[in-house]
């Protein structure tokens, strides 16, 4: 036999030479390159770092999930099944998150009446 190595890799993606993105890898549901889009596109630093938009769509996936589970918390006390723009607004000016939004307005859009 030869001096060669096998090297198995686990049964993934990865293991049969296909690429895997930054939020698979990353086990995020937001992603990353769209993230990263925007910190380019907004211009907000000369050099961003490869990890910083990984970063910032596991935090922005943290807050939004946080914000939904109390605006859920908050429709399950009031007796409804969905969460509306109010369950929302109440959920977050009423909590930990209060600070966050503290200047931010969630519209109340009326349905239309069809």
Known sequence: ?????????????????????????????FLVSQVERSLWEGHYAQRLSPTAPVYLAAVIEYLTAKALELAGNEAQNHGERNITPLLLDMAVHDSLLST??????????APDGD
């Open 1 to 29: 036999m030869s001096g060669r190595r096998s090297h198995r890799r686990s049964s993934g993606a990865e293991g049969r030479g296909r690429t895997c993105s930054r939020t698979v890898r990353a086990e995020l549901s």
């Open 100 to 109: 966050l939004f503290d200047t931010t307005t969630i519209s109340q859009v």
